[in-house]
């Protein structure tokens, strides 16, 4: 594993711009169910990434992961339970995101409104 990613991970390193009012979740890293994993068994290649991905299942951060991993064009390792091949397509798929973060947290809280039977979230606030 690359020594800036595993640096990264640990911090949960902001992303997003200032004063955008794009909200950062500075410790999302803490919180994350690969913490205590080797960082070599996440950073594998081949029919060894299906492994390093299922350590991502039920991961309460998953969406901040995959996000930061999105946003900041991280080339290797599986984040967020995608691989860097997984993500790489996403990328050329939707070429105009600006920002994952964003568009992902607004998917998950949309998701989660729409589970609990609540009006929809756009951009991050509940509409009436």
């Known amino acids: 594993m690359p020594a800036a990613c ?7 390193r902001i992303w997003g711009e200032e004063d955008t009012g794009v909200i950062s979740d500075t410790d999302w890293g803490d919180r994350a169910v690969c ?3 080797d960082p070599d068994e996440l950073f594998v290649e081949g029919a060894a990434q299906n ?11 998953r969406t901040e992961c995959l996000a930061y991993a999105l946003d900041e064009r991280i080339e290797h390792g599986v984040w967020g339970g995608m ?8 990328l050329r798929r939707q070429p105009t995101v600006s920002s994952w973060w964003r568009l992902l947290e607004t998917a998950r809280l949309e ?13 991050g606030i509940q509409v009436p």
Not at 83 to 90: C, F, G, N, P
């Open 111 to 123: 998701h989660e409104q729409l589970a609990h039977g609540a009006a929809p979230v756009e951009d």
């Open 51 to 61: 492994r390093a991905k299922a350590v991502c299942t039920g991961c309460p951060v």
């Open 6 to 12: 595993s640096r990264d991970l640990a911090a949960g």
């Open 83 to 90: 691989t860097e091949r997984e993500r790489r397509a996403l």
């Open 35 to 37: 913490r205590s994993a």
